[in-house]
């Protein structure tokens, strides 16, 4: 059934490409803006550069946890899919995937330009930091899933998702950049291993508590 | 026989008691319609059974395995085509979905000329038609239908009716709301009314 | 239903609470200690760290409530989980200011990014979701339910907030409190009155408060 979900929420996505499509130039125009915001040395930008790649995460995933939610209220296509034999948790992690898989796929298509633009090396041992981007995705979209669910039927749930999501984000944030520049700059991981213990602490706690929790903020 | 049993169901808006008590039993093949004033609860109740809205108190014993809900608003989604919304649908209760009776089920609601494009560009009407292509695709044990005559033209709401007379003819279990009362008596076997938040049987004369 | 304090227990804790404060301010003033090289600003510790544990608690128990409300439904546990949120939000608030008031004058810088203030700037932000989320509800029913997961989050969150923003700029200095037991003695004594006093002041505070919430439906529901 989880299968179903997730191809169900990829097609509307792949008919539409209205996520796709806003999310990836959102991203873009994130790398130009930091380009002129910031002077363009390139050390400066090798310093900053794990942090502006979660910011651009970040602001990008949001988009995405707008769209997702908002074509299930368009036709009220929530009601029929709860009204289904369907188990909640199982719409949760449908959501939290399927958006993870969208954000995953913008990140390593904005990188390019990214690494371009910024003119950032990254260093040789690139299974590792891949290893990052997975873990920090899914943290980000685990709980933002879940938040996005819950404002959907409230009155300015576009604005309402950011403002509760990034405090209670502020784990994954730090752990993602703090993780991300370490790597950079080329530590063992055993250096930084503590992050990674943050993010994989924080995908299990919320990932459980959404599970859980969903079927209660899902009912009208 | 099983039967879905309602008891002392009570759902309250803003403090305000919507359903006050409400309580009622449906057996098998019973075909019942379910009438009342506009707002006076008749979605509530047919969301608080399908378990979209949580009731306050109350409880209800549903030993049907399958409902099926097909409410007010046209419940699919507006990105996807008619033949890709039922092909879901078929999934989530678990069928298979074989194309040939997917076309065959939209041909029969009049919707053959219009499968292939986005549900958001089609009419009130035809969405109408694609809720009875549901019902009848899908093998429901109990089914919960809020207005199955809105938006429909002449055609379409004899159309509706046919199919009203063949789920009454197999012995269906089905709920709906009516604003007609002569069309609800001709439907259903059984009359229920919702006043001042509790719930009355009509005699059928 | 009669007015809170019209009920004789409830105006008898009233006052006794009242002279608790009086008199754990005069403790403070005059009984404590002057910790050397901070003199008179080292005194709002014993204001800020029991505000900090009120805060903490009051958090604490909007978890629970939230926990309580999702499996029993019932409007009582909304009510307290919601006189909670309001009420450990202005302690934690209370938090905020009275750091950067002792911070200026012994750090030279009024905000400095600390673990645990830090952690308390975070739940109060998430705080101002919560109430945001609440009042943008579409009925007060659902805002319930709402507000109860999120309670439940954001505590589950606190450990994780706390953890990161530790490591995130370990260079930063601990909470002297954490120092105090190098402190002159006689210190601990009258901080633990004041936590004593803080905790009993918010209990009547919340009792309080759930009263009038309760009152505030009853009158939502006759349409007054």
Known sequence: MLGFLIKKELLIELRAKESFITMASFSVVMIVTFAFTFTTTSGRFMEMASGLFWMMALFTSVLGLQRSYSYESEFDAFSALLSSPVDRGQIFLAKWFSGFILLTLIEFIALVPFLLFLRIQIPENFIQGIGIILLGNSAMMCLGSFLSGMAMRSRLSNVLVPIILFPLLCPVIIASVKSTGSWMRGFPLTDWDTWVYVLVSFIVIFGLLGYALFEHITEE | MISLEVTDVKKSFFRKPVLDGVSFEIKERDAVSLAGANGSGKTTLLKILSGITSKDSGEIHNPFQKLLYLGHAPGVYAGLSPIENMRLKCNLYGQSSDEHLLVETLSDVGLENHKKKPCRVLSQGMLQRLKFATASLIRWDILLFDEPFAALDEDGKSLAESFFRSWNESGKTLLFTDHDSERSLDLASRQLAIEDGGLKERELS | MQPFFSDRKNFAWLIAVMALMALNLVSIIYRTPMVPEQEWAQKIFYLHVPSAWTGFLSYFIVMVAGIMFLSKKDQKWDRVGLAAAEIGTLFIALVLITGPVWAKPIWGRAWIWEPRLTTTLVLFLIYI??????????????????????????????????????????????????????????????????????????????RYRIHVLKLHDRKDRNGI
């Open chain 3, 129 to 206: 979701g919560y109430f945001m989320m609440r009042s943008f509800s579409e009925y007060p029913e659902r805002a319930a339910r709402t507000a109860a997961v999120l309670g439940i989050i954001a505590f589950a969150d606190v450990p994780l907030i706390f953890l990161s923003v530790k490591f995130w700029s370990p260079e930063i200095q601990s909470h002297p409190q954490v120092e105090m037991a190098s402190q002159p003695p006689g210190i601990l004594l009258p901080f633990l009155f004041s936590l004593f006093c803080f905790t009993i002041l918010y209990f009547l505070m919340l």
